[in-house]
C-alpha cells in the first residue's frame, strides 16, 4: 500500500460539488468545520476543508468519483459519536456527512426485515419499528447512524443475546472510491454464492468504500423482559459469576458488569445500585413461564457465588431507567471531571480470559497510580475502561495503561478493539494484533481504493496520527 498525496480543495471542485449535492448542502463556515472535526472520543481534532450534506446514494457515488480524480480524501461521517477517531478527517479534503440520509424506504414486516439510508439513527429507527411490533437489536449507547454501526460493527449490551451490527445486516449498498454504486449480499437469510462481500465492508470503517443503504434483520419485540441486578463484595466473585451464568445455557439479553465506581456515576443518571461491583442483566422471553425459571436460576447461580444483593424487576419503567443510565454513565463521568477529559479504550477476550483480563486492567491502574473506572459487555468478553485526564503528564499516564491492556487482552487471545473499531487510536496495535494479515488488508484497501482516499489515517499503522 502506497503512502497517498493529496490535493488541496480548489474553488473550481467546490463548485463541482455544489452541482452535486446543492448549494444547501455544502459548508465551508468555521462553524460547521469545527463541529465534524472531532468524535466523542479523546483524539486531537482535525478540521476538512468543506462539510457536505448527501442526500442519495448516487450523489454519494457522485462525490467519490469527483474526489477520486483530484486525489482528495474523504471522511465519511455519521453523527460523530464514535471514540476512536474513526470518523475525524485527519487528511482534510471532504467531510461527507450522511445526516440527511435519514428516512426508512420500506419496512419488510413478514420477513422481518428493513431497508433504511445510512444516516439513520438507530434509535430513532426503532421507535419507528415499535409500531410494528418489532426491533433491531443492536444496541450500541449513543444514538448512531445505522451505517456508522455497520462501518464499526458496534454492537453493545445485547450482543451476548443477539449479535453486533454484522450479525444483523442481509444486505448493503456502497459506494466505492471510483464512483461505482455496488449491491452486497441480499435479502435471503441464507446466502452462499460468491465472496462474502458483505462482511468485507462491515467493519472497514469507510476506508473501502461508504455505505449508503442497508437491509436489517428485525425481531419481534419481546412479549416479558426482567432486569436483574447483582451485587459481590468482590470483583472476582462478580467476573467468576459472568462464567457461571453464561455456562449454564440461560439465554441472557445482556450481561454487564459495573465496578463500584461506576456505580456511583450510574446512580447519577436514576439508577439505584449498591456501591459494590455490579451485575446488570437482563432476560428475554416470550413466555412468562420461561422467563420465571431462567430468572430464578440466575439469582440462584448469583447467590451460590457471593452476590449481596439480588434484585429483579419486569417494570418497564424501572428496566427503562436502568438502561437509561448505563447508557449515560460516560456522560455522567465527563461532567464529574470538568475540565478533564477521558482517555476510554475496550478490549475483547474469550469469556474464560474474562476474569485474568479485569485482574490485569486493575493491576495496570494501581500501577500507574490513576484513576480508572471500569464497566463492560461481561457476556462476551467485552470491557470498557475510561482513564480521565487534564494535562500531558496524565494523558501518556492513560495511555500507558491503555498500552498495557491491550497487550494483556492480546496475550489472553483477544483482539484491541470488541466494538468501538480501530480508528486513529488502535492502530498502532493492528500488526501485533494481525501480523502478515494485516498486508493482506492492505491489498484489498490498495485494490478497491489504489488512490487512499477514503477515510485516510485510519486501521493502518502507517497513517495514524
Not at 453493545?156 to 443477539?162: A, E, H, L, P
Not at 495503561?401 to 496495535?429: P, Q, S, Y
Request: hydrophobic fraction near 45%; charge should be negative; proline fraction near 5%.
Amino acid at each position: 500500500m502506497t503512502t497517498a498525496t493529496y490535493t488541496a480543495m480548489t474553488p473550481a471542485i467546490l463548485d463541482n460539488l455544489t452541482a452535486i449535492v446543492g448549494e444547501a448542502n455544502l459548508s465551508t463556515a468555521a462553524a460547521d468545520i469545527d463541529l465534524h472535526a472531532h468524535d466523542e472520543g479523546p483524539h486531537e481534532a482535525h478540521p476538512a476543508e468543506v462539510v457536505v450534506w448527501a442526500t442519495s446514494s448516487q450523489q454519494v457515488a457522485d462525490v467519490l468519483k469527483l474526489a477520486n480524480e483530484h486525489h482528495i480524501p474523504v471522511t465519511p461521517w455519521g453523527v460523530g459519536t464514535g471514540l476512536e477517531g474513526n470518523s475525524i478527517p485527519v487528511q482534510g479534503g471532504i467531510l461527507l456527512s450522511m445526516e440527511r440520509m435519514n428516512q426508512i424506504i420500506e419496512v419488510h414486516m413478514e420477513d422481518f426485515q428493513v431497508t433504511v439510508q445510512a444516516g439513520m439513527p438507530y434509535m430513532d429507527m426503532n421507535e419507528q419499528l415499535a409500531r410494528y411490533g418489532l426491533f433491531f437489536p443492536p444496541d450500541p449507547g449513543a444514538n448512531a447512524t445505522v451505517g456508522g454501526m455497520l462501518a464499526n460493527n458496534a454492537a453493545g449490551i445485547r450482543t451476548v443475546k443477539y449479535g453486533a451490527s454484522k450479525d444483523n445486516v442481509l444486505k448493503m449498498k456502497v459506494a466505492l472510491a471510483d464512483g461505482r454504486l455496488i449491491t452486497v449480499g441480499s435479502r435471503s437469510i441464507k446466502q452462499s454464492s460468491g465472496y462474502d462481500l458483505l462482511h468485507l465492508f462491515v467493519g472497514s470503517e469507510g476506508t473501502l468504500g461508504v455505505i449508503t443503504e442497508a437491509t436489517l434483520k428485525l425481531l419481534p419485540v419481546p412479549e416479558h423482559m426482567v432486569a436483574a441486578i447483582a451485587a459481590f463484595e468482590t470483583v472476582e466473585e462478580a467476573i467468576e459469576t459472568v462464567v457461571a451464568i453464561r455456562g449454564s445455557g440461560i439465554d441472557v439479553a445482556a450481561l454487564e458488569f459495573i465496578d463500584v465506581t461506576n456505580t456511583y456515576a450510574m446512580n447519577q443518571g436514576g439508577a439505584d445500585i449498591a456501591p459494590y461491583p455490579t451485575l446488570l442483566m437482563e432476560v428475554h422471553s416470550a413466555h412468562e413461564s420461561t422467563m420465571a425459571e431462567d430468572i430464578a436460576i440466575v439469582q440462584e447461580l448469583c447467590e451460590e457465588m457471593g452476590a449481596v444483593t439480588f434484585k429483579a424487576t419486569s417494570d418497564h419503567a424501572e428496566r427503562k431507567k436502568l438502561w437509561h443510565a448505563r447508557h449515560i454513565a460516560y456522560e455522567t463521568l465527563m461532567r464529574n471531571h470538568p475540565g478533564k477529559r477521558i482517555f476510554i479504550m475496550d478490549v475483547a477476550v474469550p469469556i474464560s480470559a474474562y476474569p485474568a483480563l479485569i485482574a490485569g486492567a486493575h493491576e495496570a491502574i494501581d500501577a500507574a497510580g490513576i484513576v480508572g473506572y471500569m464497566k463492560g459487555h461481561a457476556g462476551d468478553g467485552n470491557i470498557h475502561i475510561e482513564l480521565p485526564f487534564g494535562d500531558e503528564e496524565s494523558y501518556l499516564k492513560a495511555r500507558d495503561v491503555n498500552d498495557v491492556i491491550i497487550r494483556k487482552a492480546l496475550a489472553l487471545g483477544g483482539t484491541c478493539t470488541g466494538e468501538h473499531g480501530v480508528g486513529i487510536g488502535k492502530a498502532r496495535f493492528m500488526e501485533e494484533e494481525h501480523g502478515e494479515s494485516l498486508n493482506v488488508m492492505r491489498d484489498i484497501k490498495s485494490l478497491l481504493d489504489p488512490n487512499g482516499i477514503l477515510n485516510p489515517g485510519k486501521i493502518f499503522p502507517e497513517g495514524a496520527h
